[in-house]
């Protein structure tokens, strides 16, 4: 994988129990995989459109049905986040914006919270979505491994 930044080895990919591909090149795997950002027909879930909110609302969503690292419970920029920037997102507007479904998503945070590891492998976005793309993967940190093109920022999060 040359010429991707990661913050995990390949050998956390191999091991993975989900992949996701988040407006990336799909490739065909033997394990459980999500497209974001397009669509493929051996995928367990497709999320066929991105945009600068699709982090949040994958975001606001695993807030709600509580599927997120326990430490944050007590992180006060968690609390920030959710406060500040999580309560206005607008779920069902969302949603149609990205011509995809409550059960949709949702499928997309069951196959996160079942999985021991989740590898992103990360495509081309616009700077303000791939910070809200990092501010969602942190909701899950301790079992996420991150591999994009671009330069990798510091898990933390943003707009608050």
Same mark, same amino acid.
């Given at each position: 994988?040359?010429?991707?930044? +990661? ?9 993975? @129990? ?8 799909? !490739? !065909?795997?033997?394990?459980?995989? /999500?497209?974001?950002?397009?669509s493929d027909e051996?995928?367990? /879930? @497709?999320?066929?459109? +991105? ?5 949040? =609302? =994958?975001?606001?969503?695993?807030? /709600? ?11 006060? @920029? #968690?609390?920030? #986040? %959710?406060? /500040? ?5 607008? %779920?069902?507007?969302?949603l149609q914006n990205?011509? +995809? +479904?409550?059960?949709? %998503?949702?499928?997309?945070?069951? =196959? ?5 590891? %989740? ?11 791939y910070e809200n ?6 909701? #899950? ?10 330069? =990798? ?8």
């Amino acid at each position: 994988m040359k010429d991707f930044y +990661t913050n995990k080895d390949e050998e956390f990919l191999k091991k993975s @129990d989900l992949v996701i591909f988040y407006n990336a090149p799909i !490739k !065909k795997l033997v394990k459980d995989y /999500v497209v974001i950002g397009g669509s493929d027909e051996y995928s367990k /879930v @497709d999320i066929p459109k +991105t945009s600068k909110k699709l982090p949040l =609302l =994958l975001a606001r969503l695993a807030y /709600v049905f509580e599927i997120y690292d326990e430490n944050l419970k007590e992180d006060m @920029d #968690f609390e920030d #986040f %959710v406060e /500040v920037i999580l309560k206005g997102i607008r %779920v069902k507007r969302e949603l149609q914006n990205h011509n +995809t +479904t409550l059960e949709e %998503v949702a499928g997309v945070l069951y =196959l996160i919270n079942n999985s021991k590891r %989740v590898s992103f492998i990360i495509g081309d976005l616009d700077e303000e979505e791939y910070e809200n793309l990092m501010s969602f993967i942190k909701m #899950f940190e301790s079992k996420a491994g991150i591999f994009s093109k671009n330069e =990798l920022i510091d898990l933390e999060f943003y707009g608050i």
